[in-house]
C-alpha cells in the first residue's frame, strides 16, 4: 500500500510537471535580483536587499498595486534566507487556518528553522484576527509578510503596525515592462506580432500590471495573426485592463485630491484629465460634482462670484441628463474653476469668525441694534440710537455692529485679485467713512 500511494503520488508529480503553465508562472523570478520595478527595495544596498545579504528578514507589510511582484519577492525572501514558506489567504483563512501556522511554526522553531508566514490582502482581516499575530512576530516564532494594495494607515491597527516595516512597492513602469515583454519573447523563442506603436500601447493597456501584461501576451502569441498589430487593432483583439479604482478606497481619496489640487493651481488640462480618470473608474459623476462646489466655496469665493452658481448649474444639469450627455456640463465647470481666479478669503475668515464665537461666548449684541416691540424693551434702551443707514448721504451710518464688550474684529480679507479686487475698494472706502462719521459724533 505504501509502495502505492508513493507511485500515485510520484505519478501525479510527473502528470503535473507535464501540464501546461501560463506564462507569467513560467517567468516568475528565481531570483530577488531578476524581480523589474522594485529597485528602490531591492538591490543590495536598499532595505529589503539588505534584509537579504544579512540573512536576517523583519516583519513587514508590502504595499503596492496588483501585478508589482508582492507574492513572487515573498517567495523569493524565504528562499534566500532559508525560511519555510507558508502563504495564507486573508480572503479564504480564519483564527483556526492560523492557528495551525502558529503551532507548526513553532514546533519547526524547536528544530532549528525559522518560518515566514505570507500573508496575502492581510487587510481583509479584521482587528481581532491581526492581533492574533502579535505575540508570534513579537517573538520570532514567525516573520509575518503581508500583502496588501489598500493602505496600511488605515487598513492595519497601530499595534502590528508597530512591529512590522512597510514597503512601498510601484506600480511598473515603461523599463520595467519592456524587460517582462523581452522575457516572454525569449521564453517563446518569438517576437510578438506587434508594431512599435502596437508595442506601446500593449504597455499602456497593462497599466503598470506585470501579471496582466504577461496574460496579454500569453494571447498574443496563441493568435495567428496575419502581419503585426498596431495599436487600433491590438485595442480590437485584447481588453484593456480595468483601472485601479474603489470608492470606497485610497484611489478614491489620491484622485479627488489630485482633481482639487489640480484646480487650485490652476492647472486645467490635468484637471480634466483627473475628472476623466476618476468617471473612467466608476465614480459617481455626483460625488465628483459636490466636490467642485466645495471648491467653488472654498478655493475661489468672491474672486469669481459666477464660479459657485455655475457649478451648482453643472450638479443641476447632470440631474436632468445623466451620464454620459451631462458629464459634459461638469466638464465646463472643471474648466471655470480651474481658470477662475483664486481666494480663500471668505473661507480663511469664516474660519476665523467661527473661532471668535467660540472664545467670546454669548455676548449680547449692542442694544441699538436690537429691536424693540414691546414698551419694556423700549423703556431698557432697545433700539435706542440705531440710524437707518438709507437716510444717511452715503447710505452708510458708520455704527458699530460687534458686541459691547468686543472690540472691533477683521474677518474678511480680500486679495487683489477678480472681482475681489473691487470688494477691496469697497471696504476700504467704508473704513475710511467709517472712521470719518464716528469722530465726528
Known sequence: MARGGAG????GGLFESLAPRPLADRLR???IAEVVGQDHLLTPDKPIGRMVAARRL?????WGPPGCGKTTIARLLADQTDLQFEPLSAVFSGVADLRKVFEAARARRAGG??????VDEIHRFNRSQQDAFLPYVEDGTIVLVGAT??????????ALLSRAQVFVLHRLDEPALEKLLARAEAEEGRALPLTEDGRAALKAMADGDGRFLLNLCEELFQLHAPKPLDAAALAGTVQRRAPVYDKAQESHYNLISALHKSLRGSDVDAGLYWFARMLA????????ARRLVRFAAEDIGMADPQALPITLAAWDTYERLGSPEGELAIAQAVVHLATAPKSNAVYSAYKEAVRAAKETGSLMPPK????APTRLMKDIGYGAGYRYDHETPEAFSGQNYFPEDMPRR???????????REIRKRLDYWAKLRDRLNSED
Open 149 to 158: 494594495t489598500e493602505n496600511p494607515s488605515f487598513e492595519l491597527n497601530a
Open 368 to 371: 441699538h441694534i436690537l429691536n
Open 29 to 31: 523570478p528565481k531570483t
Open 410 to 420: 477683521e474677518f474678511y480679507r480680500p486679495f487683489d485679485r477678480g472681482f475681489e
Open 58 to 62: 523583519a516583519s513587514m507589510i508590502l
Open 281 to 288: 473608474g466608476g465614480e459617481d459623476p455626483l460625488y465628483i
Open 8 to 11: 500515485a503520488e510520484s505519478g
Open 113 to 118: 528553522r525559522g518560518t515566514l508566514l505570507f
